[in-house]
């Protein structure tokens, strides 16, 4: 039913971009713009915003500064659909019917595609990725994978070669969503060095932990009331549900802190979110921080802090059934889940888990010889990045 559902939305657009009687705009989604200035611009009645409950109201919070959404309008210039990506799984979907329009959550259609990238440096590792793949968040996060152990402007030499497995969303013919590197290899003069995915982070051959992005708890607190989730069905409303962070109940006037050393970018009111604070870290997170009751006194955009600094107490402010912080982590602007990251110290793999560990990555190891011989050309994908590079 439900694909069918999406089905019908896929071929409406198509039959209506075909027959030319209506017209698929493409736009992205304005910084700082709220849904419901949104509504506002393009006619669209506000209760569709109103009549949402809390969940969906604070949900609308989370669609990402230039994000591409499409507006579908018929000969007479009516909106007759609008999809906004929120999240990588979940869009928000405004469609008309007899009486008037409605508003729901519908999944984000997608495939995931699984990549092996090999290639001769020819003139940087990042340059050549982004050159091959299309792909600025892959060329960011491999770089940024070696980061600590090799030295991509000194130890590199023309010739070298790496090779990259990972898998890529695409969505509507383009990349979509941060990718994931399962495995990767560089050789600099004659060694290879070698980083997997497991567990969700990264390791070496060895087993030991690279060391990552740590992040520390917010604040303390009594329970997590509500966990991170791209998508969820609740099968009493028969809806599609999405939570983009962590909540903590905790009472009002707990000091929230900085989960890691970073920037304050954001200060103020924020939708939903009421007061919140946002921080950029280094490699392409951010954090964010809501429902505040206040700020602290020196928080202001600009400010540096350092990891532990008292940023704010939790409150109940915007769309909030009861006190709690609300902590979201972003990886080039993608939500990704805090709990995989909230972590002290990194991890040495022993005994059985060093095992299991090591027969894991046998399969990736016969992957990436395979492909250091046969020099198979990966098909180049257009983009959906809707995050400028981080410039190198
Ligand atoms: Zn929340």
Redesign the pocket.
């Given at each position: 039913m439900r694909i069918l559902k999406n089905l019908f939305i896929i071929l409406f657009i198509i039959s209506g971009m075909l027959f030319g009687s209506t017209k698929l705009i493409e736009k992205k989604w304005e910084k700082g713009g709220t849904f419901l200035k949104f509504l506002e611009n393009n006619k669209l009645p506000l209760k569709l915003y109103y009549n949402l409950n809390v969940g969906d109201k604070?949900l609308t919070s989370e669609i990402a500064a230039k994000s591409r959404y499409q507006i579908l309008k018929d000969s007479n210039g009516t909106i007759k659909q609008v999809l906004i990506p929120v999240g990588e799984e979940l869009q928000i979907h405004i469609g008309i019917h007899k009486n008037g329009y409605f508003i729901n959550t519908i999944p984000i259609i997608y495939k995931t595609k699984y990549k092996i990238l090999e290639t001769s440096i020819t003139s940087s590792a990042y340059k050549d990725i982004i050159k091959l793949t299309n792909n600025y968040l892959l060329a960011n996060e491999f770089v940024q994978s070696y980061k600590k152990s090799i030295n991509f402007k000194r130890d590199i030499r023309k010739g070298d070669k790496l090779v990259i497995v990972y898998a890529q969303k695409i969505r509507l013919g383009r990349q979509f969503g941060n990718p994931l590197i399962e495995a990767s290899m560089v050789e600099t003069r004659g060694v290879k060095h070698y980083i997997y995915r497991y567990e969700g982070r990264y390791y070496n051959a060895e087993g030991k932990e690279i060391a990552g992005f740590f992040l520390s708890a917010p604040c303390r607190y009594r329970r997590i009331s509500?966990r991170f989730t791209y998508k969820r069905w609740h099968p009493l409303l028969h809806i599609y549900r999405a939570?983009l962070?962590?909540?903590y109940a905790a009472s009002v006037g707990t000091p929230v802190h900085a989960a890691a050393n970073g920037k304050v970018i954001f200060a103020g009111k924020k939708g939903g979110y009421g007061n919140c604070i946002i921080i950029r870290h280094i490699d392409g997170y951010k954090t964010l921080y809501?429902h505040l009751r206040k700020f602290a006194r020196s928080i202001r955009r600009g400010k540096y802090v350092k990891k532990g600094k008292t940023i704010g107490y939790v409150g109940t402010t915007g769309l909030s059934t009861g006190p709690?912080l609300?902590f979201g982590l972003y990886k080039n602007n993608h939500a990704i889940n805090p709990a995989n990251t909230i972590k002290v110290t990194k991890s040495i793999l022993n005994g059985k888990k060093r095992k299991a560990f090591l027969q894991y990555i046998k399969k990736y190891n016969k992957e990436i010889k395979i492909a250091l011989t046969k020099h198979k050309k990966l098909e180049k994908e257009s983009n959906f990045a809707f995050y400028m590079p981080i410039k190198k």
């Open positions: 604070e509500d939570h962070g962590i909540d809501a709690h609300h």
